[in-house]
Every structure is written in structure tokens, then in C-alpha cells.
């Protein structure tokens, strides 16, 4: 990895948006030295957030079948001075940073569906649904939220129309809970089942699947496909050693979830810096833990057919691994980026996007593949 780049930054709405000049870097690992691997460079002129609002920590970002690029983020998390003009939690750009509309929020006179204390995560199913859910424990304290934990999940249809919500605020049981999800981090449809597979990891410790349509209870796991547990800690629970070995027998936040073209299931184990490989039935296959420093913050594949990349956030970059292999291949790291991510996705061109919480939004450029050994 290369270091991490001094940044000069603007602020938008009380989160930075890194403004640079245009470079391309992609390192590479010694099992890509014969491999062309993507390369990338920032866009410093997306998005254009319109003058009258301001932005919260954005912490989600997906894309839609038109390449538009849906944000999610936290209004509540901007300085008093700047509430008032909070854009809508949910914002969509296009590919080329321009506004296109935003709506969402708590709606205090419409009881149809329990909109999430703290927002978290956002993704467009294949049928152009909206899903999203919260991360908000009770007791949390954090300033401006109600002591409310976020144990559902939400779809809309793409204008804001409330479609389904799989549980409810406040009544989670816990891992072994077929109705409700605990502070759910990611949530991702597979066309070919119609079924929504949730990354139920900051409460829970577990994968859950429901069909996309009705809600129903299909399946769950935890960790290796074994039977999910795990202690609720209200606060990230971020281990300071790690031992050898595949790591502990639990997630300790699954924070990011992603379902390949041809069913393969793969989760981001983010405490535990590992990515985890599944069949779309829960049996475990492989993983990939790297424990040096943050590893598998967020997860995004290539947009090749093959998805032949896996995209995995790491320290201050985002790891290349071999999507079927799981060998680390390099880094994207390049001049300006302005880090790992909260939540990464990409679109049907191969462009990468970036929700970095307190850091702000970001576009990086797909340039391409690097010539063989370079």
C-alpha cells in the first residue's frame, strides 16, 4: 500500500469532500505481478450538492440500473448552526455528480413504518426497489437520538413510496429472532432467488434472508455458517490483539454484505478484518483475513461479467482480491482518495463510489486495466 495522501478538503455540509488533482496509482502484491488489475483516479467535481442544503456523515451509497448514484446519509449528525438546511436523508446524483432529487426522513404523522433513528445502510434491488435500514442502539447516548434501537428494515419504491418494513424499532430478541433484525448494517437482493440477504451485525451476529416480496423468514447463519451468537455490545466492540488461526467463532459486526451474479455470498466481518465466502444456502467456503490493520470495512465487486474482482475497504485504501480465489491481488489507493469507505459501491462502468462518514462522498474514475506486470 502506498501512504495515505495529505488531503485539502472543502467542507459540504459539515462532512469533507476531498478536492485534488488527478493521478493514477493501483499497487500491486506479488500474486499480481502478472495480472492486470483496474486502475482509478478521483473525480473532484462530484457531487454537486445544491446550494440550499447541506449534508450529515454520508454512510451508504448504491446504484441504481440508470448508473444514478443513491446516497444515504445522517442529517442528524450535522452542527446545530446547519440543521435547518439538511437535505433528505436519501439524495441521488448521476453519474456525473448532478442532483436529481432526494426525499425520506421520520414522519411523525405516518406510523406505516419505523424510519431509522441512525441511517446506515442503502441498496437498489434489481427490481429498482430501495432498501435501507439503521444502526441506532437504545443505549447509546448519542447526542440529538432518541434512545430508540433500529430493528427494521425498509423498502421503498424509488419516488419514497413505503413498500415493506421486516420488523420493528425496539423489538428485537436476539440472534436466534426470525421477525426482527438488530441494527442492521447492509442488505442485498439476488435477482435469481427474489431474496434479500441482510448483514444483521451490529446487534445481531448473523446473515438473515427473507424473501425480497413478502418479508418471510427464508434462512439464517453466523460465522462459518455455524448457528449465529454472540454478546449484543452497545458499543463497537474493536479487539486490540488478534491471535492466529481463522478467528473467533462469531462476527463481530458483519458489516457488509454482497451476492455475486452466480450466488456466491460474501460477507465483511469488520472487527474481526475478515471477508467470509458462502454458497446462497449458508455453507461456508473460504475466507480472507488480514489483521495488520482495519480490513473488510465494506465490500463492492468489479463490473466485469465475471465479477472477477472483489473490492474489500482495507486500512486507508480498498483491497483488490480475486473474487473466487480470495488472494489479494493490490490496492487502490490513489492520489487524493480519501480512504477504505464506510460503505463502497460501483457502477455498470466500473467507476468506484465512496461513503466515508465523516469524511465525506467520492468518485473514483475507472482508467481501465493496468498492462501485465506494471
Known sequence: MTPHHACRAV??????????????????????????????????SWPKVPAQWRLGDPSSVAIDAKDNVWVLHRPRT????????????????????????????TNASNSAYDWP?????????????????????????????????????????????????IGRSNQSKGDADTANVH??????????????????????????VFDADTGAFKRMWGAFGSKPDGIDHCAVDSPKTFAEGDGPPDYNIAH?????????????????RRVQMFSAAGKFVKQSRRTASGYARDLAFSADPEQQ???????????????KSLDFLGMI?????IGAGHHITTDSKGNLYIAQTASGLQKLVFKGMSAPGK
Open 11 to 44: 467542507q459540504i455540509a459539515g462532512a469533507c469532500l476531498a478536492l485534488f488533482a488527478c493521478a493514477v496509482f493501483t499497487g500491486q502484491g506479488a500474486m499480481a505481478q502478472s495480472r492486470s488489475l483496474p486502475q482509478f483516479e478521483v473525480d473532484t
Open 183 to 208: 441494527r442492521a448494517a447492509d442488505a442485498f437482493v439476488h435477482p435469481a432467488s427474489n431474496e434479500v440477504f441482510v448483514a444483521d451485525g451490529y446487534g445481531n451476529h448473523r446473515v438473515i
Open 78 to 105: 450535522l452542527k446545530p448552526e446547519q440543521a435547518a438546511m439538511a437535505a433528505p436523508p436519501v439524495i441521488v446524483f448521476d453519474g456525473a455528480g448532478n442532483y436529481l432529487k432526494a426525499w425520506g426522513g
Open 117 to 165: 433513528e441512525r441511517e446506515h445502510g442503502i441498496h437498489i434491488d434489481y427490481k429498482g426497489f430501495v432498501w435501507l435500514g439503521g444502526n441506532n442502539c437504545a443505549t447509546g447516548g448519542i447526542p440529538g437520538l432518541k434512545p430508540v434501537s433500529d430493528d427494521a428494515l425498509l423498502k421503498f419504491t424509488q419516488e419514497g413510496q413505503f413498500v415493506l418494513q
Open 256 to 272: 457488509a454484505l454482497r451476492v455475486a451474479h452466480d450466488g456466491t455470498v460474501y460477507v465483511a466481518d469488520r472487527e474481526n
Open 333 to 337: 489507493d490513489v492520489p487524493g482518495q
Open 309 to 323: 474482482f472483489l473490492y474489500v475497504g482495507a486500512g486507508k485504501g480498498i483491497a483488490i482480491l480475486d473474487r
